[in-house]
């Protein structure tokens, strides 16, 4: 009986992390609040002025990839979803580089290293649109952004379709 408490118990405050940052404080919180309220991030990166950015990915089927800023001080700069359309739009086919994208869009979902290509993908979900997409970024092996897409996420089964399961 004993384990299925703790196991419980864990699912509980497991439950508790917020991985869009609700409750914290820009200015106020400090990054040992924003690690309690968000959890582990899956990676940590320098920003400017000092910065540190912590990024959690809720990849692939939460479509949200949050960057918690946090500034030289060590309090809460801002929590920002960054698998957005205008964030897309920096990512410049021949002029970003590797690390330019992944310091904006944070860690891909599975990214696969073919013969001078790095390709990353990035669930992700346009508000005007009910389909889900994914936002395609190829790397030649000079680090620089050669191609980009977004595309219909392939995997995705409307609720209404008839060839959906129950």
């Not at 959890?39 to 940590?44: I, V």
């Amino acid at each position: 009986m004993r384990p299925m408490i703790v196991l419980a118990l864990a699912a509980v405050a497991a439950s508790c992390a917020t991985y869009d940052g609700r409750g914290l404080v820009r200015g106020q919180s400090t990054a040992a609040e924003v690690h309690a309220a968000m959890g582990k991030p899956a990676e940590q990166r320098p920003g400017t002025n000092g910065e540190t950015v912590y990024y959690y990915p809720q990849l692939p089927w939460g479509h949200a990839s949050y960057a918690a800023r946090v500034g030289a001080d060590g309090k809460l700069i801002a929590v920002e979803q960054r698998l957005t359309e205008d964030n897309i739009k920096k990512v410049v086919r021949g002029q970003t580089t590797m690390k330019e994208v992944r310091d904006l869009l944070g860690p891909p979902w599975e990214p696969l290293t073919r013969p001078h290509r790095e390709i990353w993908t990035y669930p992700m979900r346009i508000p005007a649109d009910p389909t889900p997409k994914w936002f395609v970024v190829q790397m030649s092996s000079d680090g620089v952004v050669r191609e980009t897409m977004v595309m219909d996420d392939w995997q995705f089964v409307p609720k209404d379709s008839p060839g959906r399961r129950p």
